[in-house]
């Protein structure tokens, strides 16, 4: 009986697996039927035939995440093609006009089909797209150097695929990146082809376009989480969960800094530029694009929406259904898609639309791994404990002092660590601990780093020392939005205010997804400003007697709630 009952529960836990590994990988009946005959096509085209450059690569990265695996012929005599390319350890392009377009899928290709003894090939690609960024940040065609924001996404695209695998892509990269995108991105909010270029010149103009915002969008993106370690704000606690505090809200994130170089981009203006380029998006949206290059925007479109966790643009499209339907149509007798690329790029881009490989890859690197944020196992276990059977790093530990001390070295692998630490031994801690390490927090205040800012004017708001208040006003006036944020939080723990003055916490709550930056800088102004006098009006109301005709009320006694 019980050999019977163990028989069954094996056969019923084979069907399961069987079950789930057949479940369709769209989600819709239809999508999964034209994958299938994208990928029979494929797997008959992708041949010694199909031109150099990266086309093979990219239908082999797209027969990859079907499903295929990396052993199969088509993908392997792909992967061999590629590691031809790499000669004592120096990675040379077939295409020298295509040359990142080409290096970015060949390192997507051999980084995820993880195949032994290809992690040398995926450095040496690493490098190379390192080595061909311009001084302002860009990548171009060998002949000119004004930038091209498609090359820009296939030249990161390469470069996350290459620090999946282990390569170590130098933080000022990813920086000077962005820095490019947000110098060269329309006024309208859009990106354009090739910025500074003329329309006569015929190299795509003085106009943004779908194909080019929708991928500088998530180029912008895959910057952001290499360097602040972001999810998108949709993956965010709720508000109700913050009351106080962006610090009690911030959870472990992937892309932790690897050295000391600090960007020169701020988390808002990339933020802020990714949210134009969305609403640019939004408000000009089509099925498929209009240009010539047209099933180039699927693939770019679901990467954008997969890396900002887009449901609908603009809280209205459904951008999944409304181009998978159009890309139905689209679809030839023999299964494949042509655009004017050929067929084997346009169905390549139609099957990476429909099986949503970006989503994948963000799940499995930052959603199901061991320690918290999927950054896997840590290098040193001895630094590493077990919480009900999932290995996770250990917490920082130690006095509260020592604490601030390892804070204000602002040593990239520490830093959450020792921010997460001091969060709960204020909260949980001994309250004359605090109390006898007041100053040092209060010097941490004006430290040149603003995470090492804002944890000490978190700290600061849970004094119960109204004193403090007047440092937090001061805090009012940091460039940093995400230190302005946290100032006003703390004032509102301190004061009891619950509501605060009657301003919104985020001095961007307000703006439009498609606000220029010259609207974003005016709305932080406006806040600062009223946040200061209504925060110095209450304080002048409260504050002990003996404070006053003091500095700060010299410096700050003229402001008047507005």
Not at 221 to 243: D, H, V, W, Y
Not at 273 to 302: C, M, N, Q
Request: hydrophobic letters at 40%.
């Amino acid at each position: 009986m019980l050999r019977t009952m163990l028989l069954a529960a094996v056969l019923f836990a084979l069907n399961s697996v069987a079950s789930e590994a057949a479940a369709p990988p769209t989600g819709v009946p239809q999508y999964d039927q034209a994958v299938a005959r994208g990928v029979t096509w494929l797997k008959q085209e992708i041949t010694e035939r199909v031109p150099h450059g990266g086309y093979r690569s990219l239908a082999a990265y797209a027969l990859l995440k079907a499903g295929e695996p990396a052993s199969s012929p088509a993908i392997r005599d792909a992967i061999a093609d590629v590691r031809k390319k790499v000669t004592d350890g120096v990675y040379k392009p077939t295409n020298t006009e295509h040359h990142i377009y080409e290096a970015g899928v060949d390192g997507m290709l051999l980084a995820d089909a993880d195949e032994n003894g290809t992690r040398a090939e995926v450095f040496a690609i690493g490098s190379y797209i390192v080595s061909q960024q311009g001084a302002d940040g860009s990548w171009d065609y060998p002949a000119r150097t004004v930038g091209d924001t498609s090359m820009a996404q296939y030249a990161l695209l390469g470069l996350w695929a290459a620090k999946r695998s282990g390569f170590d892509v130098p933080l000022e990269v990813w920086d000077k990146a962005a820095a490019w995108h947000l110098k060269t991105q329309d006024s309208t909010g859009g990106f354009i082809y090739h910025p500074g270029v003329s329309v006569s010149a015929g190299t795509g103009g003085a106009a943004p376009t779908l194909n080019m915002t929708a991928g500088a969008t998530g180029t912008l993106a895959i910057a952001r989480m290499q360097l602040f370690g972001n999810r998108p704000k949709t993956s965010q606690p709720e508000e109700s969960q913050k009351l106080f505090g962006v610090l009690e809200a911030k959870t472990e994130e992937p892309g932790k800094p690897s050295s000391a170089y600090r960007p020169q981009m701020t988390e808002s203006n990339v933020s802020s530029a990714i949210s134009r380029g969305l609403g640019w998006l939004s408000g000009r949206f089509l099925p498929v694009s209009d240009l010539p290059h047209k099933l180039y925007f699927t693939y770019a479109l679901e990467r954008t929406c997969a890396l900002n966790e887009i449901k609908e643009l603009g809280g209205k499209i459904d951008w999944f259904r409304a181009t998978g339907d159009t890309l139905l149509k689209l679809q030839a007798s023999d299964g494949s898609w042509d655009t004017i690329d050929g067929p084997v790029v346009g169905t390549s881009f139609a099957v990476l639309f429909y099986i949503r490989p970006t989503k994948k890859t963000i799940v499995e690197q930052y959603g199901a791994g061991l320690l918290t944020g999927g950054r896997g196992l840590p290098e040193d276990l001895s630094k590493a404990e077990l919480d009900g059977g999932t290995l996770k790093e250990r917490k920082m530990q130690g006095p509260l002092d020592d604490l601030l001390t390892e804070l204000s070295k602002v040593d990239p692998d520490k830093l959450e660590a020792a921010q997460a630490a001091i969060v709960e031994k204020v909260q949980i801690g001994n309250r004359e601990e605090l109390l006898g390490q007041i100053d040092q927090i209060r010097k941490l205040i004006n430290h040149s780093s603003p995470d090492v800012r804002r944890t000490a004017i978190w700290a600061l708001g849970r004094s119960g020392d109204l004193k403090d208040a007047n440092l937090l006003i001061r805090a009012l006036q940091d460039n940093n939005v995400d230190v302005l944020v946290e100032a006003y939080n703390a004032l509102c723990y301190l004061s009891r205010k619950i509501t605060g003055v009657g301003l919104p916490s985020n001095p961007l709550d307000d703006l439009p997804v498609n606000a220029s930056q010259a609207q974003i800088d005016a709305a932080v102004n406006r806040w600062r400003e009223e946040a200061v006098k209504r925060w110095t009006a209450w304080y002048l109301r409260i504050r002990p007697y003996e404070e006053k005709n003091d500095l700060f009320q010299l410096q700050f006694g003229s402001q008047k709630k507005g």
